[in-house]
């Protein structure tokens, strides 16, 4: 970086932050702590990527085997297994092609033959210690297999078995829709779509002893065109015969349910020793029941915004295995309003709405309304137990019963969410959620669910939900938000291995895998690790460092609740040296009368406010910098817009986070007269000039066409002696360069490690401002075009 350059920056880049960047307020809660582009996570050696394989594609159906290490992988015609300590390091894939005579059929059919005849593993389900169960979608004929993964790890054994099997209701026909499924006790539970046209979605059970099973066929009050996203087992007493199964999906609304047409998101109940009926519903569930979920937002004008399109549901474990936390994601139906939430719900609610009043309807044009009669006894839903008595099976269930459960698959009340609202929206960006995972995480101050969300655009969002008072009260922090796939891309499979503390991604291009922490990344003062509030990580003494709950060290400090650096290190902040924060060195910048300047200053956390001061020389008295005519503090600094000599003085930029404050940058601003500017340049280069603060290296032909855009673009005042200023500056630093730059580098890397980033306006070389400036001069080409005519001209430097 030349200091010629640095003159053009120091007097120029402010003008092109602002026009580029625009001042609009932000809302500071709702960004991210931290931002990590592709390329840092790679740098930072944050991400590890199977970038896919020429011939495959869709690398959605994960299955975690923590106790083998692996990850095996479900894609366009291959099963992938991946090293879970490190993805990229050791995988195997076994080619798992459709039957070629299948492809035919397929083609002839008019289907696409690269992108629907070819075999897109869609299940992959544990069967037993030694075989995994998988299904794909062959070409528009779904077909099953057993795939042999070995007893232990060492046996490195991964094969097809040679058997395959007849995939329908298991696996769709079409590869754009999914299969949410889950064998349990040698039974596989999948919704699926079960035809070639992709019209007759149902529920099955099928494998093990059993008649397959499913839900009743074309009746849209059972299932009106749903779209399934999980499937869980939920123990439902210490009984193991009252077992319940639960299917979360999105669907059409019913008949009537809405006026005109409308997704609604769905929990579905099935007990798992459910038989079907005897003389009705033969081989159909008897204890099918629905519920609608709501995720809503009350809006300012009375009408709620609703979150109905389903995505992604976790569950979370809780102290009491019947009653995990239900942690949804859902986006908005509406095309105009782009939003996705984050819902949470508890299971006594769901239980709740299932044993309150059934949705009836006496016709077809009859509204839905509670059912208010007698209901059968035993209750449809309940599961043939001991529990409850007298029925050892669905098929003993009296007619009247079955009867009623066919006409009465849903409740008329709706599960509402933990504290009736989202626990997270977003609704002013690009982008919306598609996958949630969430990890339990003890910290010095108690457990935090830190959720973990992937987003349509390859990016993953960290966020930690922190009491405020109560369990009611919840702030989301955003801890970070980190993009893991090369191209914008939907991630449509997640997994979390709290063995390996890593997080396993995948999309259509391929998979990802990330750490669940960095720690180091927040900075290298205490303060700065306890503002992160980021319960993976404490302050050690020494650096931010992964938290342990066991390690009882006497030097830790966290607080995830306040973030509060006061309290948890102040005793350490005069320690300097071991608090990471170098003493911020007094530097001088230079501006002329009349010209801009941009004074740099940017925390590293995208959620801190920067304050300025200013302090006129010789005075004790320190004023509060105020956005203006000719003042605009800005996320990257401050911008002078017309420098007046009563402007020189020394500037402090402090940034406010979270109720604390933090000084990151002091700097000196002297303004020189224009008339003392023209007696400088008529000075000889031994004179002293002032000593700009920069670091020496080449002037560039680029960089001086550049620097010359930039003064056509703001219309300098004294447009040439300016240019010359910047010239003879930099020519007199080149001598002094050779000395000095051994030194600079010095300060350039303490100033990188230092806690904050900061930089005094010499950031031309970060990729982002150079592409602004690339942008900039895109914008100008008229004027360019003039001041290239004049760069022609040969100058005597
Ligand atoms: C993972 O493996 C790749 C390829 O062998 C290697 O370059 C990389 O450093 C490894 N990553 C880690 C975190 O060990
Ligand atoms: C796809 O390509 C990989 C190597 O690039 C190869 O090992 C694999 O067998 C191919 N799969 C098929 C189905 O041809
Ligand atoms: C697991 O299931 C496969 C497929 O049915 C069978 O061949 C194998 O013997 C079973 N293994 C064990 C350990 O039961
Ligand atoms: C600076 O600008 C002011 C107002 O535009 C003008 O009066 C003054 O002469 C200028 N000073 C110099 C040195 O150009």
Redesign the pocket.
């Known amino acids: 970086m030349s200091s010629f350059w640095d003159c053009v920056v120091l007097l120029l880049g402010g003008l092109a932050v602002l026009r580029t960047d625009g001042f609009a307020a932000q809302n500071k809660n709702n960004i991210p702590r931290l931002k990590l582009s592709y390329k840092e996570m790679l740098e930072s050696n944050n991400l590890e990527t199977f970038e896919g394989?020429?011939?495959?594609s869709s690398y959605h159906t994960f299955l975690l085997d923590e106790e083998k290490g692996r990850l095996l992988v479900g894609a366009k015609?291959?099963i992938f297994s991946f090293n879970l300590v490190n993805i990229s390091k050791e995988y195997t894939?076994i080619?798992w092609?459709a039957a070629p005579n299948r492809r035919d059929e397929c083609k002839w059919a008019g289907k696409d033959l690269s992108r629907e005849c070819s075999n897109f593993i869609k299940v992959l389900q544990p069967f037993n210690h030694t075989h995994v169960y998988a299904c794909g979608t062959g070409a528009f004929h779904p077909v099953c297999t057993y795939l042999e993964v070995g007893r232990k790890p060492e046996d490195g054994i991964f094969r097809l078995g040679h058997h395959v099997e007849n995939g329908r209701g298991k696996s769709p026909y079409d590869p754009r829709l999914s299969t949410a499924s889950m064998l349990i006790d040698g039974e596989l539970y999948a919704g699926t779509s079960a035809d070639f046209m992709g019209r007759d979605f149902a529920i099955f059970r099928t494998l093990g002893r059993h008649h397959p099973i499913r839900t009743e066929q074309h009746d849209s009050r059972w299932l009106n065109d749903p779209r399934f996203v999980g499937v869980h087992q939920i123990s439902e007493s210490d009984n193991p015969e009252d077992d319940k199964i639960y299917l979360f999906f999105r669907e059409h609304a019913m008949d009537g349910e809405y006026a005109g047409k409308a997704t609604y998101a769905r929990i579905g109940q099935l007990c798992k020793n459910d038989l079907g009926g005897h003389r009705s519903l033969v081989n159909k569930w008897t204890t099918f029941l629905k519920a609608r979920l709501v995720c809503s937002v009350p809006g300012s004008n009375g009408i709620d915004t609703h979150f109905d399109e389903l995505q992604d549901v976790f569950l979370m474990s809780t102290k009491d295995p019947k009653s995990p936390l239900v942690y949804a994601v859902f986006t908005t139906s509406s095309n105009i309003f782009k939003g996705s939430a984050v819902c949470m719900y508890s299971m006594a609610d769901i239980r709740r709405v299932f044993l309150g009043p059934y949705a009836h309807r006496d016709g077809p044009n009859y509204q839905w309304v509670p059912f208010q009669g007698r209901v059968p006894y035993p209750r449809p839903g309940t599961c043939p137990s001991k529990t409850f008595g007298g029925f050892d099976t669905t098929k003993d269930l009296p007619d009247e019963v079955v009867t009623f459960a066919r006409a009465h698959p849903a409740m008329f009340n709706p599960i509402y969410p933990i504290n009736n609202r989202p626990i997270m929206v977003k609704s002013d960006v690009d982008y919306q959620f598609t996958q949630i995972v969430v990890d339990k995480v003890e910290a010095e101050d108690g457990l935090y669910d830190v959720m973990f969300i992937g987003t349509d655009i390859g990016t993953i969002l960290k966020v930690v939900s922190i009491p405020r008072g109560s369990w009611h009260d919840l702030e989301e922090v955003l801890l970070e938000e980190m993009t893991v796939f090369r191209e914008p891309t939907a991630i449509t499979a997640m997994e979390l291995s709290t063995k390996q503390q890593q997080l396993y991604l995948g999309s259509d291009m391929g998979v990802s895998q990330m750490p669940l922490h960095r720690c180091e990344v927040y900075g290298k003062a205490c303060a700065e690790c306890c503002l992160a509030r980021d319960p993976y990580c404490a302050w050690d003494g020494s650096e931010c460092s992964r938290y342990f709950p066991m390690a009882k060290r006497r030097t830790r400090r966290q607080d995830i609740r306040n973030g509060d650096p006061l309290t948890q290190c102040s005793d350490l902040q005069h320690d300097e040296e071991a608090n990471g924060l170098t003493t911020l060195q007094d530097k001088t910048v230079y501006g002329v009368e009349n010209s801009s300047t941009f004074l740099e200053c940017s925390p590293k956390s995208q959620r801190a406010r920067t304050h300025w001061q200013y302090q006129r020389s010789g005075e004790e008295r320190r004023e509060e910098v105020k956005s203006g005519e000719r003042f605009i503090c800005t996320d990257q600094g401050l911008l002078i817009r017309t420098l007046s000599k009563s402007d020189s003085g020394v500037y402090i930029c402090q940034a406010v986070e979270h109720g604390f404050m933090q000084t990151l940058l002091k700097l000196t601003l002297e303004v020189i007269g224009t008339e003392r500017l023209d007696t400088l340049l008529q000075r000889d280069d031994e004179r002293s000039t002032p000593s700009v603060y920069a670091p020496p290296p080449q002037e560039s032909p680029n960089q001086r066409l550049w620097y010359r855009d930039f003064l056509s673009l703001v219309n300098h005042p004294t447009l040439h002696s300016v240019d010359e200023f910047c010239e003879q500056i930099w020519k007199r630093e080149r001598k002094h360069r050779k000395q000095k730059a051994h030194t600079i580098q010095q300060q350039q890397q303490s100033k990188t490690l230092a806690a904050p980033s900061v930089q005094v306006r010499s950031q031309m070389h970060t990729p982002s401002l150079a592409a602004k400036w690339k942008h900039l001069q895109d914008r100008q080409k008229g004027r360019n075009r003039r001041t290239h005519d004049i760069q022609r001209a040969p100058r005597s430097v």
Not at 53 to 56: D, G, I, K
């Open positions: 394989l020429s011939n495959s015609d291959h894939q080619p092609l």
